[in-house]
């Protein structure tokens, strides 16, 4: 092994030692153990504190990881790894790391087992972010000693291959002399575990696991792991170059309806809030019953415009009455009436008080008028037989006080009349599950802007998407957040993603997720963020390579949420359809909408289809309603999936089975609605 002289660094994880550094006693116990313990092969080259946050820990470890001038070997944090409220270092630590190191972690535990049970409420993460070991420490000096002492004569040998020593040289002369070197004492099982990596033509780092071993046969560490479809797949290592990436998918390919169960169990549930009723509310849904605060009418109203009167018990109104007063549909105080007179009113106006009924205007002659013929003086009554209550709307006929108007999980609308209703009861605000806010964000070195002037280069693709995903998302009334384009580079996509989640609920991007050495969207979120990929393929034309992801975030009140990315594949028509088939069922269960997902109704087709053997295919048409009322569906025509122009008028996706015959004319299938119905 060699002797070269490997740099330390130490990140203390404390609140309180960041304010008071002299409370901090881990630094004398660690640098103690690698002074005293390490060989002479450690320098400690620098060392900070940091409070108990995530962003200021990663912060820190990027700094030494991806920026500092020479190579950090090895970062040791210590502090943040147990169960309390403010511990977050693994978290925080494990979001980074390119390459796990479960090896490590068993380690250490075994160790601190072995001095007490509680070791078992340390959470330790360990691995490597581009050339550097990564290593959590507890805050304990004993705790922190004790762990780093139990790995601490193989972090050279793990450091050297981390920083892209040759395998073959380091592995020379056997397990037995990397043990000796390492002034490691073998055990039984442990002799027996490397032997029988080693005795397979491999010569893996020791952080491969025996269910591995069997189906390597190369000469370097860290292969990215061919994956049967039933394993646990793993997106591409970007570090290890194309020769090295997966020839076919390592994702299983599901099934539409197994897709969107995922969707359906990974997608976040809703979060409630308080709107006001004004312009912003339609879309939104109702998360609790809304009552009446009031009654509608809240007095007694004419229904027509004419005179009110105190109806005779023998109904009988007709003769000349005096008109005594007006009343209009306008606030103000109203004149009592009298049997022997009347009340000219209008459609919504107040009764007078006493007034026992209203006789429509057609049913009177005026008689005489006042000297300036202004007004009316006299009006005589033609009615008979007039009945108590006649033309009246009576407080709360329309809606009772307290009587529930909207119920739990209704959408508001911008054309129906929900607004009206509120409106008309003085209901102000409602509980209503918050619409998330999207960011859709193109990849690819060749993505131009759609609007930049001049000819195209070679190789240069216009950004279709983008625009075309964001008027998408706003249409199905959310809003949204244009996130640019991000170049296929792992260390730019990942922070571009990690800034928009700081911002947006949720993500689309486009681009990057097939099987090309630059499809960098799946490594990034699962390497680079954390996140859990729950299916990156779907049998289905167009849009094999849709993936669906959640990672773990912190919202800025510091509480852990979930937040979910789909990457689209980046061929325009691929784009629209996984969007409207798998997105928008996402958005909606977020935002409290149900049911999830576009209209679906059965149409005729106009014409034959042809299938595609393989996959079921969601094909872009138009439906209209022919002469005789049934929805008939006619092709837009070629359905490549990089074919723009397909998605041209189209109004629906029908749901085209696989086969090798076409699917005759008159043939019923299902459309899954995407715009308004034309008629023919």
């Given amino acids: 092994m060699s002797n070269a002289t490997l740099r330390v660094t130490l990140l203390i994880v404390s609140t309180t030692a960041a304010k008071d550094p002299s409370t901090d006693a881990s630094q004398e116990a660690l640098s103690d153990v690698l002074e005293k313990e390490g060989g002479g092969q450690w320098n400690l080259v620098d060392t900070k504190i940091v409070p108990d946050a995530v962003p200021q820990i990663q912060r820190q470890i990027m700094m030494w990881t991806d920026v500092a001038a020479e190579t950090i070997n090895l970062i040791l944090t210590t502090g943040g790894t147990g169960f309390a409220v403010a511990d977050n270092t693994p978290e925080a630590v494990s979001a980074l790391l390119h390459k796990p190191a479960p090896g490590l972690v068993h380690g250490m535990l075994a160790a601190s087992l072995n001095v007490t049970p509680f070791a078992m409420m340390s959470r330790p993460v360990a691995g490597v972010r581009n050339k550097s070991v990564i290593i959590t420490l507890p805050g304990s000096p004993k705790g922190a000693r004790e762990n780093l002492q139990a790995v601490l004569k193989t972090l050279p040998h793990a450091c050297l291959q981390a920083a892209g020593m040759d395998s073959r040289t380091l592995h020379a002369g056997g397990v ?343 499809d960098l969207l799946k490594p990034t979120i699962e390497r680079s963020l954390g996140g859990t990929i729950h299916f990156g393929r779907v049998a289905m034309k167009p849009g094999k390579p849709t993936t669906f992801a959640t990672v773990p975030v912190k919202n800025n009140a510091g509480e852990r949420v979930t937040k979910v990315i789909f990457s689209l594949p980046g061929n325009p028509a691929s784009a629209i359809v996984t969007f409207h088939l798998f997105v928008l069922p996402s958005l909606h269960q977020i935002s409290g909408v149900s049911p999830v997902g576009l209209t679906r109704v059965p149409v005729t087709l106009a014409h034959d289809f042809a299938l595609d053997k393989a996959r079921p295919e969601y094909h872009r048409a138009i439906v209209s309603v022919s002469k005789d009322g049934t929805l008939v569906a006619s092709s837009t025509g070629g359905q490549r999936s990089s074919k723009v122009g397909s998605l041209r008028g189209a109004n629906c996706l029908l749901c085209m089975p696989s086969g090798k015959e076409p699917l005759k004319k008159g043939s019923k299938v299902d459309a899954l609605l995407i715009g308004g119905v034309r008629s023919d």
């Avoid at 998330?436 to 002037?453: A, K, N, W």
Wanted: aromatic share 2%; with cysteine.
């Fill in 176 to 518: 037995k002399k990397l043990e000796s070197d390492a002034g490691i004492r073998p055990s039984g099982g442990h002799t027996h575990s490397h032997d029988h990596h080693h005795g397979h033509g491999s010569v893996h780092s020791h952080d491969h696991s025996h269910g591995h071993s069997h189906g390597h046969g190369h000469g370097h560490g860290n292969l990215v792991r061919h994956t049967a479809p039933s394993a646990n797949p793993m997106s591409n290592d970007p570090s290890l170059g194309p020769s090295r990436r997966n020839r076919e998918s390592p994702f299983p390919m599901l099934s539409v309806e197994d897709a969107l169960n995922k969707i359906k169990e990974h997608t976040p549930g809703p979060e409630i809030i308080t709107s006001k009723v004004n312009r912003s509310i339609p879309g939104h849904v109702l998360a609790e019953d809304v009552k009446a605060r009031e009654n509608v009418p809240a007095f007694r109203a004419s229904i027509v415009d004419g005179y009110a009167v105190i109806v005779p018990k023998d109904g009988n109104m007709k003769r000349v009455f005096p008109v005594v007063s007006v009343s209009h549909a306008s606030p103000g105080d109203a004149i009592p009436l009298r049997e022997d007179q009347i009340a000219r009113i209008t459609t919504g106006a107040p009764l007078p008080p006493g007034a026992t009924s209203v006789i429509m205007v057609e049913d009177t002659v005026l008689k005489t008028m006042t000297e300036d013929g202004k007004e009316e003086k006299e009006v005589e009554i033609l009615a008979d037989n007039v009945r108590e209550g006649e033309n009246i709307r009576e407080i709360g006929s329309d809606i009772k006080a307290e009587s529930v108007i909207l119920s739990k999980g209704e959408q508001i609308s911008a054309v129906g009349g929900e607004i009206g209703l509120l409106a008309a009861v003085g209901v102000a605000e409602v509980k209503t599950y918050r619409k998330p806010v999207i960011g859709v964000l193109s990849t690819g070195d060749e993505i131009v802007q759609h609007d930049r002037p001049g000819d195209l280069r070679l190789g240069e693709v216009r950004d279709t998407n983008r625009i075309t995903l964001m008027c998408a998302a706003r249409e199905c009334g959310y809003e949204v957040v244009d996130l640019g384009i991000a170049a296929d580079k792992p260390g730019t996509l990942e922070q571009t993603l990690r800034d928009a989640l700081r911002h947006v609920d949720f993500i689309i991007t486009t681009g990057g997720v097939s099987m090309g050495e630059l």
